[in-house]
């Protein structure tokens, strides 16, 4: 199926659960519930918010350092919300916008395999930390919640699976067995001649990886003490929302809320439309609260995001890229080689 045409299902979809979700729940009960709203709890959600960003940047600088390349913290700032818009309208697990943010390294003199390296490892951190984090949620979930049986069994399953996918892929890594290269193979994608050039690309990738797990070990804790900062700042910034609404939540309830908002981020359609919604009054019914509380929340979420974004396009306008040509550029090379990835235009410094 062609990649526009699919963009604008996912849409569409997104657009249908939005309609069927606001009118069930009228959008004044919504609004209601933000009728005692606190000029400090707002201030302290956005500090939160921008701390969480802070984080996610000092953990991809750190990364880069390790790499032998130092690039301005500033400069990976913007770098990181210009991926973080084109990630967020595009389909899919918010990974779309990381070929960009390798691209914009070579600004600051970083090749594009070295970029995407450093985009690469970033996520393996993300993938490894949240998962070990979401199975220990799910397991404190389990004992301490009285949850309807088949969601039990489905947030069990999907505990075991996150970490058993974290387990297989760091055994792997550490082995040096070329977990991507196996994956690549087994699906018989090196077969396609369009992704004929990526096995050379995933081996180096690869190879990289090994190395800084490995020999990196000092950059690696580090990274992984930034991600448990994240991780905090995660629990405040949700913790904030939540008060804002005039609700006071314990730790456990506070993660059940955004773990289930990372369940809403799994599907690919784009901006959560719908799923964010579905999610919140999901997880509000389990806690016994209004439903109408939790679209206030995912109205918060979707808010937050939202601003990130158009940030995020602000910067890209200043590089040099016109937001329409990207898109495109993005849709036709997402998942190809790295040689025509690299024909997005971005204007020298």
């Known amino acids: ?71 301005p913290f500033l400069s990976l700032f913007c770098y990181k919300l210009s991926g973080f818009g084109m990630s967020f309208v595009l389909p899919g697990p918010r990974i779309a916008g990381d070929p960009l943010r390798a691209k914009l390294l070579g600004r600051k003199g970083v090749p594009f395999s070295d970029g995407l390296t450093s985009v690469t490892i970033d996520r393996t951190i993300i993938f490894g930390s949240s998962g070990v984090f979401f199975f220990i949620g799910i397991i404190l979930l389990l004992v301490n919640f009285a949850l309807p049986t088949n969601l039990r069994y489905l947030l069990f399953l999907a505990g075991l699976v996150t970490i058993g996918a974290v387990v297989v892929f760091f055994y792997y890594l550490l082995k040096e067995e070329k977990f991507f ?12 001649k369009i992704l004929k050039n990526i096995e050379k690309n995933l081996d180096k990738i690869e190879s990289d990886l090994e190395f800084f797990f490995k020999k990196n070990r000092k950059y690696f804790i580090l990274s992984m003490f930034i991600s448990l900062f994240t991780w905090v ?52 019914t389990i806690l016994g609260i209004d439903k109408s509380a939790g679209l206030a929340l995912s109205l918060i979420i979707r808010t937050r995001d939202t601003i990130w974004a158009l940030i995020g396009f602000i910067f890209i306008m200043i590089y040099g890229l016109k937001i329409k040509d990207t898109l495109v550029k993005i849709f036709k090379n997402n998942g190809q080689n790295k040689e025509k990835i690299q024909n997005i235009n971005i204007k020298s410094q």
């Open 233 to 284: 700042f995660m629990y405040f910034e949700y913790k904030f929302s939540t008060t804002i609404l005039g609700y006071d939540f314990n730790l456990l309830s506070v993660f059940l809320i955004f773990s289930f908002v990372g369940i809403a981020l799994m599907f690919p359609i784009p901006m959560t439309l719908g799923t964010l919604e579905l999610s919140q009054i999901s997880v509000f």
């Open 181 to 192: 290269i196996k994956i690549f193979k087994f699906f018989r994608l090196h077969k396609l």
């Open 1 to 71: 199926m062609d990649k526009r045409l699919a963009a604008c299902l996912y849409f569409g979809m997104g657009f249908l659960f939005l309609f069927f979700v606001f009118l069930k729940f009228p959008i004044f009960d919504v609004f209601k519930q933000f009728s005692d709203v606190s000029f400090r709890l707002v201030m302290l959600f956005i500090i939160a918010s921008l701390g969480i960003m802070v984080c996610h940047t000092w953990r991809w600088w750190i990364i880069i350092r390790s790499l032998g390349y130092y690039v």
